[in-house]
C-alpha cells in the first residue's frame, strides 16, 4: 500500500511540473521585440515625410510599431552635439537596427557602430559621404537609399519654363556635403546646357536672408539643391524671392508645397517607405554589407499654380498635364 501511495505521489508530481512547463512561454522560442532607433536632423516637410515612409514601409513588412517592433525617435534639431548623444543612446540601448535622416544623421551613426546595422533615410551621396566602400557593394555594415535627384530633368524643367532666363542662381549650404556635391554635379550640367550659374552659399540660417536679397537682384530664377538647411528656412526664401518676382525651383517636391514653383523630383515619402522595408529586411537577416543602395530614378512633376499666379508665370501646358496624370499639383 505505501508503495503504491509512493507512485501516486511521484505521478502527482510530474503532472504538476508537466503542467506548469506547459504553462510556461518558451523564452527559448518567443523572439524579442527588435528595436529600430531613427535619428533625424531636423523638423521640416521633406524629412518629416520619410519619417512617415518609413514607419509605413516597416508596416508594409509585418513590423507594426508598438506591436511588434520598438521605435526610438530621436530629433537631433540640427545640432551636431545631439547627433553624437542620440546614437550613443541607441548603442547603449543594444538597437537591431538604426536609420539616419539625413546625411549628418547617418555618419554619426556609423560613427557610433561598427556592429549594428545603420540604414540610410534617403543621403544624396552615400559614397562621397565615406558612408559605403561602394554603392553596390557597401562592405561594412551601412547601406540604404539615396535621395539622388534627376539633376538634369530638372535643369531641363526650368529652361523649359524660363526659356528667356538668362542667369540662373543656386544657393546651398557650405558645410552641406550633399548639397555641395550636387552644386558642383549641377555646375557641370549647366556648362554643358550652356546656362549661366551663379553660386551663393550660406553657412546657416542667420544667413539666408541676406544672401537670398543679393541674389534675386542678380538673378532671373533661384535653384535649390537638396539642402536641409534651406529647406528648414523656406518660407524666408520665398518670401524674399517672390518680393522681386523671381521663381524657386527646388530639388524636393515637398519645397514646391513650401512656395518653390516645380520641380521634377523623386516622391521624399516613397523613399522612405523604401528605407523602412530595407529595414524589415535587415532585421530578418539580410547582411548590410551585400545590400547595394537603392536609388529611386523615376521622378515626379511637382508644381504650386498658386505660386505661377503670384508670380505672373505660365506653365507649359505639357508641364501641368503631367502633374496632373503622375505628380502633384498645389492650387
Known amino acids: 500500500m505505501k508503495r503504491l501511495y509512493g507512485l501516486i505521489a511521484i505521478l502527482v508530481v510530474f503532472l504538476g511540473f508537466a503542467f506548469v512547463q ?7 522560442t518567443k523572439k524579442p521585440v527588435p528595436t529600430v532607433g531613427i535619428l533625424q536632423l531636423l523638423s521640416h516637410p521633406a524629412l518629416d515625410a520619410i519619417h512617415k515612409g518609413i514607419i509605413h514601409g516597416l508596416a508594409e513588412e509585418g513590423y507594426h510599431v508598438n506591436k511588434n517592433v520598438k521605435i526610438d525617435f530621436q530629433n537631433a534639431q540640427n545640432d551636431q552635439s545631439n547627433l553624437k548623444t542620440m546614437s550613443a543612446r541607441f548603442v547603449d540601448e543594444k538597437a537591431d537596427a538604426m536609420i539616419g535622416i ?31 566602400q561602394s554603392n553596390n557593394h557597401p562592405g561594412n555594415n551601412v547601406t540604404g537609399v539615396s535621395d539622388q535627384a534627376p539633376l538634369k530633368s530638372q535643369l531641363k524643367l526650368i529652361q523649359k519654363i524660363m526659356p528667356k532666363m538668362q542667369t540662373l542662381g543656386i544657393i546651398y549650404t557650405s558645410s552641406d556635403d550633399s548639397a555641395t556635391a550636387q552644386y558642383h554635379q549641377f555646375a557641370a550640367l549647366c556648362k554643358q546646357e550652356h546656362v549661366r550659374l551663379k553660386a551663393y ?6 544667413d539666408l536672408n541676406q544672401v537670398a536679397q543679393q541674389m534675386v537682384s542678380q538673378v532671373d530664377a533661384i535653384y535649390v539643391p537638396t539642402d536641409n538647411t534651406v529647406a528648414s528656412a523656406m518660407q524666408t526664401l520665398v518670401s524674399t524671392a517672390n518680393a522681386k518676382r523671381v521663381p524657386v525651383f527646388p530639388a524636393v517636391d515637398t519645397m514646391v508645397k513650401a512656395g518653390g514653383l516645380a520641380t521634377l523630383s523623386i516622391n521624399q515619402y516613397k523613399l522612405g517607405v523604401e528605407t523602412g522595408k530595407m529595414t524589415a529586411a535587415i532585421l530578418k537577416g539580410k547582411d548590410p554589407a551585400n545590400t547595394p543602395i537603392h536609388f529611386e530614378r523615376q521622378g515626379e512633376m511637382t508644381i504650386n499654380l498658386t505660386q505661377a499666379k503670384k508670380l505672373g508665370i505660365t506653365l507649359p501646358d505639357s508641364v501641368i498635364q503631367e502633374a496632373q496624370k503622375h505628380g502633384e499639383v498645389f492650387k
Not at 539625413?102 to 557602430?113: F, K, V
Not at 552659399?201 to 542667420?206: D, E, K, P, R
Request: proline share 9%; net charge negative.
Open 201 to 206: 552659399t550660406i553657412a546657416s540660417t542667420n
Open 102 to 132: 539625413a546625411t549628418p544623421s547617418a555618419q554619426a551613426l556609423a560613427n557610433a557602430s561598427s556592429n549594428i546595422p545603420v540604414v540610410l533615410g534617403a543621403i544624396t551621396d552615400p559614397k562621397g559621404a565615406d558612408l559605403v
Open 22 to 28: 506547459e504553462s510556461r512561454p518558451d523564452s527559448a
